[in-house]
Structures are given as structure tokens and as C-alpha cells.
């Protein structure tokens, strides 16, 4: 059998549309990857940004419930990991949301149950009052926080408290 230049030409077309299907699928198997992640990753910030709205309409709709000392470590401690996951994760919080300083309102909303004006303050709260849990995960991470983090967090603090004595809260 002979091999005509037009048999081979078809089988080099063949292979290259063959190859180029093979890399096209590879592309969008990363993608699907990708956006499979990214999914995942809005779902966690979503989760942080419900449960911390959810806290303080607790509150709002239910004054009692902070006026009981028992609730009210636990609504004083789970309002405190949600300041905490609004400030790690301002600007994605803020992106999600579509409202830029989002993470910042909500911050300035959940401080004016605790007196705090700085890191500092709030991190003596945390470590000292909120522990409501043998390894407590609030302590540790208020405990773990740098230098560097410590100041990101006093910077984002002082904005939120900032804005509540703007807004005559």
C-alpha cells in the first residue's frame, strides 16, 4: 500500500485537530477546577458573612437575649470571631457583597457591643472575657496575631469606631 501526500497530510490534520481537542479539554478541565474553588472559597466568605449578620440581627430583634449574662458571652464571643473574619477578609467580604466598606459597617455595628477603641482593648476583651471554650479558638487567635497583624487589626478597628461616632451610634 502506498501512502499518498494527501493520506498523510489527513493524518497529520487528524492528529493536530486530535491534539488541539485533547489540550482544549485539559484548558477547560483547570478552568472548571478553578471555578470549582472559587466557588468553595465565596461559599466560606459567604457562610462568614451571614453568620455574622444573623449574630447581630439576634440581637436587634431579641434585646433580651443580651441583657441575659450567660447568651450574652456567647453572642459577645461569636460577634468577636466574626469581627475577627470580616477583618482577614475585608476585601473579599467587600467584593462579594458589591458594597465597598461592607466589612467595615459590619465591624463598626458588632464593636458598639463591646468597649473597645483598639486592637489592644479588644484583644484584652477576647483573651480575658470571651473565652468561653478549653481551646478556645478566639484566644488563640487574638493570642498568635504579629506585630504587623496586630496593627492591621488596631487600623481597621479605630476606622469602625470611627465610623460610629460619625454615624452618632
Known amino acids: 500500500m502506498r501512502f499518498t501526500l494527501a493520506h498523510c497530510l489527513t493524518a497529520i490534520l487528524i492528529l493536530a485537530v486530535g491534539m488541539g481537542l485533547y489540550a482544549n479539554h485539559i484548558r477547560h478541565q483547570r478552568e472548571v477546577h478553578s471555578l470549582r474553588q472559587s466557588i468553595n472559597d465565596s461559599r466560606g466568605i459567604l457562610h462568614t458573612i451571614e453568620y455574622g449578620h444573623a449574630n447581630l440581627q439576634l440581637i436587634v430583634l431579641n434585646p433580651d437575649v443580651w441583657n441575659d449574662r450567660d447568651c450574652s458571652k456567647f ?3 461569636e460577634l468577636a470571631v466574626a469581627i475577627l ?3 482577614r477578609e475585608q476585601d473579599a467580604i467587600d467584593h462579594i457583597v458589591g458594597t465597598p466598606g461592607y466589612a467595615l459597617d459590619f465591624a463598626s455595628d458588632a464593636l458598639s457591643f463591646f468597649n473597645c477603641k483598639s486592637a489592644h482593648d479588644f484583644a484584652k476583651i ?7 471554650y478549653p481551646s478556645d479558638e478566639l484566644w488563640h487567635s487574638v493570642a498568635m496575631l504579629s506585630d504587623a497583624e496586630l496593627a492591621s487589626l488596631d487600623t481597621f478597628i479605630r476606622a469602625a469606631t470611627s465610623l460610629q461616632s460619625k454615624a452618632g451610634r
Open 75 to 77: 453572642l459577645k464571643h
Open 85 to 87: 473574619e470580616h477583618w
Open 126 to 132: 477576647c483573651r480575658n472575657q470571651l473565652s468561653v
